[in-house]
């Protein structure tokens, strides 16, 4: 999600520093006038750069933290010193002040060449129903795109030309780093209540009910931001919920519903939870930030979140911290966990130099760059299983992430849904968790909301 949020989305920490999270800032916003949607260009695609001419190519991007600006200054440099024809001018924002800008950018006579774009349907979908963006499917071909990410992978910067599908239809970008939720957890905490690591749900349930015995915090979380609860949410549905029905719903399928048994039984072991005690006191009134940096501090045993939070954790626990995806049903189940990509890379529709903008996106997204991304602390998207990093927390980020993408086991961010799902979801969470609102009627608001979209975009 937004995950600051995927929600709908949040910059994402990872090792030395914050990975961004398609996901996850919280909220919606309207979109932009419709235009004609731009169609794939029939132009044939020139691969080397070098033979392009003197360029000028315009970058926004957000990688403005830690290990994420490490990584784009080290690509940057290389880029053009492989191709002093191309110069590159960077414009770094931070995640909501490039969501905030891009949109009159966008709609302006000189867009940048390549920008991050946000690639839920409130931010990308609106861009490509637009025609603000160019889909990327010829050069996709000519680079061999295919061939690096997964299916898995692509689908989250797929549309359909008309905006209307999302996770089908033309390529409109390629993100550089990945992102999975799961279980973060106290190991030491774990050793001193005579536990292991949960191998099936069950036990993970049963370890909530010893530590809230033995008088500790079970699962750390603040939701006053209203997201977390989308991540906490997710990763119980999809215990119960079967993978294509997650995604279904995620992507906003017509013909998808909340209103099932397997939901309503999400939404009541989630409620459970509550009446159980097995959350912080006051988690409602909670921030995000606030939870996560008391679990850091050594307050809860699990904690339920996504991998961008690593690098501040790993630094507040040190080998004590230990990451594992969500557990399924039986031990060795199927890996389902909630999960996706940082913003993509995109060409606007009007930029002057799409051969130089695609020929940048491949160079930072090979696999050289790859192993600049694990060197900075970073979690890349692709080649995840073939980097090199030390035992402890961050192998075992490595290794989940590989897991669920080789497995196909990652799931949409549920905020993805509608381009207003991050705030009623956020919402109905809340309200679900204060009792305020039994599991029927929380689902009968999703579904509300749900219904209302896939009717409009018929």
């Given amino acids: 999600m937004k995950r600051q949020p995927r929600g709908s989305r949040t910059l994402t920490l990872l090792a030395a520093s914050a990975v961004v999270l398609a996901g996850c800032a919280p909220g919606s916003s309207a979109p932009p006038p419709t235009t004609p949607a731009a169609q794939p260009s029939g ?31 080290k690509l940057n440099t290389a880029f053009q010193a492989k191709y002093p024809n191309i110069k590159l001018n960077r414009v770094s924002r931070s995640f909501d002040d490039l969501n905030t800008t891009l949109r009159l950018a966008l709609s302006g006579n000189e867009p940048p060449d390549v920008v991050e774009a946000n690639n839920g349907r409130s931010s990308m979908g609106a861009f490509v129903k637009a025609g603000q963006l160019r889909p990327l499917d010829a050069y996709a071909k000519a680079y061999g795109w295919q061939r690096r990410y997964p299916e898995s992978v692509l689908r989250y910067s797929r549309y359909s030309a008309d905006g209307k599908l999302f996770g ?49 915090v079970p699962l750390q979380f603040g939701n006053l931001d209203k997201w977390p609860a989308v991540h906490v949410f997710g990763t119980v549905q999809g215990r119960s919920v079967p993978p294509d029905q997650i995604g279904a719903l995620a992507f906003g399928r017509k013909g998808a519903s909340w209103n099932t048994p397997e939901n309503v039984k999400a939404a009541e072991q989630l409620a459970n939870w509550v009446d159980k005690g097995y959350f912080a006191k006051g988690f409602n009134g909670q921030g995000y930030d606030a939870a ?16 961008w939070l690593l690098a ?3 630094k507040a626990l040190g080998s004590d911290l230990g990451f594992m995806l969500p557990p399924g049903v039986t031990d060795g189940a199927a890996p389902v966990a909630t999960g996706g990509t940082g913003l993509p890379f995109a060409i606007t529709a009007k930029s002057p130099n799409p051969d130089a903008a ?8 090979n696999a050289d760059a790859m192993k600049v991304l694990t060197d900075t602390g970073n979690l890349p998207v692709a080649d995840t299983g073939a980097q090199t990093v030390a035992e402890g927390p961050q192998r075992d980020v490595f290794t989940a992430f590989g897991t669920a993408s080789a497995k196909d086991g990652l ?48």
């Fill in 358 to 365: 695609a020929a940048y996106i491949d160079f930072i997204t």
């Fill in 411 to 458: 799931v949409p961010y549920l905020d993805y849904a509608t381009p207003t799902f991050a705030d009623t979801l956020g919402a109905a969470l809340q309200d679900l968790l204060a009792k305020k609102a039994t599991p029927q009627e929380f689902l009968g608001t999703l579904e509300k909301d749900y219904q209302t979209f896939a009717e409009s975009n018929d």
């Fill in 292 to 307: 996560w940096q008391a679990f850091g501090k050594g307050k809860g045993v699990f904690l339920i979140a996504g991998t």
């Fill in 43 to 73: 132009a044939p695609v020139r691969t080397d750069a070098a033979s392009l001419g003197n360029v000028t190519l315009t970058v926004w991007d957000q990688e403005v933290r830690g290990g994420q600006a490490a990584q784009m200054e």
């Fill in 312 to 314: 501040d954790l790993q």
């Fill in 168 to 216: 089908e239809g033309n390529l409109y970008g390629l993100p550089q780093v990945g992102e999975v939720v799961g279980l973060f957890y106290n190991a030491a905490k774990l050793t001193e209540l005579g536990l292991a690591p949960p191998r099936t749900w069950a036990e993970f349930e049963s370890a909530l009910d010893k530590a809230k015995a033995a008088g500790e």
